[in-house]
């Protein structure tokens, strides 16, 4: 796969959402299995959600279920991430990885990522 390139990142009022687009190229897109991790200042790449090929199975992490959502279409090589009553913890440069096959929790298990979009959360 050609490298994810994520957009939609901004700065939101806390309790506010934001949506996510990372987009994609190529006939394999299908195939991949997707994931949105993040990064805040001082601290490592943490996974957000993933999701399986066909969008059969999604997995949130404890602090955004409920308020994130991930979904995929393959028609058009795209996946969301839909960031509903964000917080002040929140605040984070947000990435689009893909990894082929089936979906992992773990950073390093992902060979395709895109340079992020930064999530800003005011008071």
């Known amino acids: 796969q050609e490298r994810p390139v994520e957009s939609g990142g901004g700065l939101v009022q806390a309790g506010g959402s934001l949506k996510l687009s990372c987009a994609t190229s190529?006939?394999?897109?299908?195939?991949?299995?997707m994931a949105w991790f993040r990064r805040a200042p001082g601290k490592g790449r943490e996974i957000v959600a993933h999701?399986?090929?066909?969008?059969?199975?999604?997995y949130y992490t404890d602090s955004v279920k409920g308020r994130f959502t991930i979904s995929r279409d393959n028609t058009k090589n795209t996946v969301t991430l839909q960031m509903n009553n964000l917080q002040p913890e929140d605040p984070a440069v947000y990435y689009c990885?893909?990894?082929?096959?089936?979906?992992?929790?773990?950073?390093?298990?992902?060979?395709?990522w895109g340079q992020g979009t930064q999530v800003t959360v005011s008071a």
């Open positions: 190529g006939r394999a897109f299908a195939n991949y299995a």
């Open positions: 999701i399986s090929w066909n969008g059969g199975s999604t």
């Open positions: 990885a893909s990894r082929r096959d089936t979906p992992s929790r773990v950073a390093r298990g992902y060979g395709n």
